[in-house]
């Protein structure tokens, strides 16, 4: 147990890392090029018409004191690091006066909830079709798989996204292609809303999907043929074991670990590709907000989500480190 | 068949064809050897001299690229020729009546699993026991291995290297099969543990009374378990013989330099080692495979393989030198 | 050498796919140098054409010929995306090969670093910075920000070969000899870390184009500047799908999905023929 607590600790301290240097990214850019975010909101206040000197100068004290920019540079850093301890991001200004907190709130299931369905589908279909692959190298239906999938691994997220877009929005349009919903059903526990949610969720699920799957085909695959040359298996095959048995518990099984880790380390590349998924179909999740922040203008918005962004992807890595060792059990060793 | 494992010509070769060139590594070529029940015949030889590839063969463990070209393997509890029993049987046969003690048991047990269930991998399938019974039985010959049976529920991670070389035995042996194949069980061992495992192995094979062949390049070891020693050199078989007549009066060349090179109590003289280096088996040297590093070497062993000859009751030689000076012998006897 | 490519060529499909794919695309970007049209004016040919054989690949909304545009687009683009890789490689060697010989605390420091920045989400971190940028944006300064974010993956690999490599006779030898940390890394290590470089390099230059498409897309970047992700900026923004020009969006999509392939291809074939256990695991088929 004691050792299990020591690797606890260092995964804990990972995660404190992780969230620490990239809050301090996101302030450096802030900081350190020439725009100026509040001059920026007042050029494109004041820019039609003319306006009273004193308003605009009670508009710039009040936005430098909203954006937390008043002040030193230590000063600002550390209004900086309590506002995020408090989640306290300011109004959005492209939708006074909502707070920012409540509009990342309300975009941040729609994410999460793209993110982990498509990721367990993926990671889950991904790894024991590439399993089977690697372990029956004759069967030419798993061939076939896998050059789909080799196929599929290189392609960036948007194109893919659009790809997915252009065939079932354009060529084939059974499915909805934008929205979390449909606009005329109002939210609540209906039947009729959820179904509408799980119809409108299909298409960015599977774009997101069809991006990692690749990925985990050909990974699992690679990685299943070479333990399957390891000693254990060679010597449980000689042994006469149920082939049935070795293929889950002596090679698969060995596999998910690395797996595992895999996942861990792209789970930043994987957000990645949620967002953009999500700004493709207009999904109601960070990255529509996003381009919208941007769009607009809105520095508290943008500012928001990065940091949101950055402290979601660190907790989830940090929850899969936590389950790691219950695939490997000779990390505590380690 | 008064043998418990009969091998004739048997020839085993690795043949790889990648990215255009062919290649033919002839790793077992032509052996011919008999071991009889409740004897442990020993392999020794060298590095990358065939006998790994000997001991999948003969244990039915081949994949591609390796390949049998042919030859006979006949068990004394098989009807036919090893390679043309069907999946079912030889999958029937496999750790009931034929069990592998592998080499440097680093990683022959599945790293997440613990030990109990390699155990119930393994053997459960072929004891018709019930699980608790199957334990007894288990923890018997864990005990007989000076193993706790608290093992049981360790990772292999979490045991010594010497504990599972032990484990590997106790595996091996549960089932209590006719013919135990040992491949360097003791090489990845320090020599204390070593005298330990020995022993034990030595032990475990006189209870069962299987029949086993034991390899390994370490004389000393083959000095202290093995009853008749093989000696094998660039995938043929060389010399033959009791333990003890190959250690007073080796025959052969090579054999002589191996024992030779073997330091005794009380022995100043300096060693000489063989100048060159075993062969290129994708390439090996016409006739007599020894023949480049062999002192005695003369025209007819550049040309043509010695075969294996009996030249004393129970004792076989592969050379002509040897053949030459027995003839020689035997006739100023006649005189 | 070349008998190398040769018999890569020969024995292997994928590097035959990725070469040939490879070379139509680098084809492609070579006749963009004689592009009749001048690539940043607009409205030179009539809009709107479907694919004839005046216009290979029709002609945008934008008057401007489809088939030239995506040619000075890929090179456009397949230049960012080269000086990105370059620049990221030579971070990633160094990252890499320091921490994998010198070990260690430092060792430990500096892959702790690189997990940060694996983890680390990379598109919004962008989008603030083209948000704080604006018009004082450029291609270079954007080239500069990925390269800085886009190493940890490939260090981690060049670590574990020099990891490997360290423990190797040779290394001891110079040593002893009296060479220098640096001189043995620029000398005897390189080498053979090169290959293994070479097709991170490829998958780099893949994971480039493929952001930039991204952010151009979105209207992130310089619009004016004729690459694969602006092109289909532009269609989006004349709504090139609904309006039927599907020629515009197709050609920039299609070619940018060769390049992928090809690339990726190349890079994955090249690493199998060095890693000597697949090459291993290719006979054993």
């Known amino acids: 147990m004691r050792s299990y607590l020591w690797y606890f600790l260092r995964r804990l301290g990972q995660f404190v ?88 709130g309300r975009a941040l299931p729609w994410t999460v909830g793209l993110l982990s369905t498509s990721t367990l589908i993926a990671w889950c279909t991904g790894n024991f079709m590439g399993g089977l692959a690697g372990y029956y190298r004759k069967s030419r239906l798993l061939k076939a798989a896998g050059i789909v999938a080799t196929g599929l691994q290189p392609i960036p997220s948007y194109i893919m996204s659009l790809v997915v877009l252009i065939l079932f929005g354009y060529l084939w349009p059974i499915l909805p292609i934008s929205g979390g919903f449909e606009m005329n059903v ?149 | 068949m008064d043998a418990a494992l009969s091998v004739k010509n048997l020839r085993a070769y690795y043949v790889t064809d990648y990215y255009g060139v062919r290649r033919e590594v002839r790793a077992v070529d032509d052996i011919t050897l008999s071991v009889e029940k409740n004897e442990i015949y020993g392999i020794a030889g060298e590095s990358s001299c065939g006998k790994s590839t000997f001991i999948k063969t003969v244990g039915a463990a081949i994949r591609p690229p390796l390949r049998v070209l042919g030859g006979s393997i006949k068990y004394s509890f098989l009807e036919r020729d090893l390679y043309d029993l069907d999946e079912r049987t030889l999958a029937d046969i496999r750790w009931k009546q034929l069990s592998f003690i592998p080499q440097g048991s680093m990683n022959v047990l599945n790293p997440v699993r613990r030990i109990r269930e390699s155990f119930q991998d393994f053997a459960f399938p072929h004891m018709r026991l019930s699980r608790s019974e199957f334990f007894d039985v288990v923890k018997q010959r864990l005990e007989r291995l000076h193993l706790s049976p608290s093992i049981l529920t360790a990772f292999p991670h979490e045991l010594s290297g010497g504990m599972r070389q032990r484990v590997a035995i106790a595996l091996a042996t549960v089932c209590r099969p006719e013919f135990i194949i040992a491949d360097e069980p003791t090489t990845a061992l320090d020599v204390v543990v070593q005298k330990d495992v020995l022993a034990l192995t030595l032990e475990t094979q006189r209870e069962i009374g299987s029949s086993m062949i034991f390899v390994t390049h370490d004389l000393t070891v083959h000095a202290n378990i093995s009853k008749r020693l093989g000696i094998m050199y660039a995938g043929r078989l060389i010399e033959e013989g009791p333990t003890g007549d190959l250690f007073r009066d080796p025959m052969h060349p090579y054999t002589q330099h191996l024992v030779a090179s073997l330091p005794q109590i009380g022995d100043l003289t300096p060693k000489t080692a063989l100048n060159g280096a075993p062969p290129n088996l994708a390439q090996p040297p016409s006739g007599c495979r020894f023949h480049p590093r062999c002192p005695l070497a003369t025209d007819i062993c550049r040309q043509t393989n010695p075969e294996l000859i009996t030249v004393v009751p129970g004792r076989r030689v592969a050379c002509y030198a040897v053949a030459a000076s027995l003839e020689a012998r035997s006739l100023t006897n006649d005189k | 050498m070349l008998k190398v490519l040769r018999d890569l060529f020969r024995h292997s499909r994928e590097f035959a796919v990725g070469s040939i794919l490879v070379l139509i695309v680098l084809g492609i970007v070579v006749a963009s140098f004689f592009s009749p049209y001048p690539p940043l004016d607009s409205y030179v040919v009539p809009p709107d054409i479907p694919p004839s054989w005046d216009h290979l690949l029709g002609t945008n909304s934008r008057g401007q010929d489809v088939f030239w545009q995506v040619a000075v687009a890929m090179r456009n683009s397949l230049l960012f995306g080269i000086s990105v890789a370059l620049i990221s490689r030579v971070i990633s060697l160094v990252i890499g090969l320091v921490s994998g010989y010198v070990g260690g605390m430092v060792d430990r420091i500096l892959m702790s670093i690189n997990d940060t920045f694996v983890v680390i989400p990379l598109f919004p971190i962008l989008t603030l910075f083209y948000f704080m940028m604006h018009d004082h944006m450029s291609w270079a300064l954007l080239a500069l920000a990925m390269a800085s974010l886009g190493w940890p993956y490939d260090a981690r690999l060049i670590r574990s070969v020099a990891l490997s490599l360290r423990n190797r006779e040779f290394t001891t030898q110079s040593i002893f000899s ?72 197709l050609a920039p999509v299609a070619i940018v999905i060769m390049t992928f392939i090809g690339l990726f291809l190349l890079s994955v074939s090249i690493n199998e023929f060095i890693d000597p256990r697949t090459r291993l695991a290719r006979i054993g088929v």
Do not use: C
């Not at chain 3, 979105?218 to 609904?242: C, R, S």
């Open chain 3, 178 to 249: 009296g060479m220098s940390t640096r001189q043995i890394l620029l000398e005897e290590h390189l080498p053979y870390v090169l290959p293994i470089v070479f097709s991170t390099t490829l998958n780099n230059i893949n994971w480039s184009i493929g952001l930039e498409v991204t952010l151009s897309v979105i209207g992130l970047t310089n619009i004016e500047t004729p690459t694969i992700g602006t092109m289909i900026y532009w269609a989006n923004q004349h709504t090139a799908m609904v309006a039927g020009i599907w020629w515009w969006v």
């Open chain 1, 186 to 334: 109002p939210p609540g526990l209906t039947f009729a809303f959820m179904s509408s949610v799980v119809t409108h969720s299909l298409l960015p699920v599977l774009s997101l999907a069809l991006i990692t799957i690749g990925g985990w085909f050909v990974g699992m695959r690679s990685l299943v043929s070479n333990i399957v040359a390891e000693d254990y298996v060679v010597y449980a095959e000689l042994a006469g074991v149920d082939r049935h048995r070795i293929l889950t518990s002596y090679v698969m099984r060995n596999a998910l670990a690395p797996q595992l880790t895999g996942l861990a380390l792209s789970l930043g590349g994987i957000f990645n590709g949620a967002i953009i998924t999500e700004v493709v179909f207009g999904y109601p999740g960070l990255g529509t907000l996003l381009v919208r922040g941007v769009n607009s203008g809105d520095y508290s918005l943008v500012l928001g989500i990065a940091s949101i962004s950055i402290i979601a992807v660190a907790a989830a890595v940090f929850a899969i480190d936590l389950v790691y060792p219950l695939l490997d059990p000779r990390v505590k060793v380690r």
């Open chain 1, 17 to 104: 890392l992780v969230v620490f240097v990239g809050i301090n990214i996101v302030f450096f850019v802030t900081h350190a090029t020439p725009i100026d975010p509040v001059e920026q909101a007042i050029n494109s206040a004041t820019q039609f018409g003319q306006s009273d000197p004193r308003a605009v100068e009670i508009m710039r004290k009040a936005l430098r004191e909203l954006y937390g920019l008043d002040g030193t540079l230590w000063q600002q850093y550390l209004t900086f690091w309590k506002r995020l301890a408090t989640g306290d991001f300011g109004p959005s200004i492209s939708a006074f006066p909502t707070p920012v907190s409540t509009m990342i």
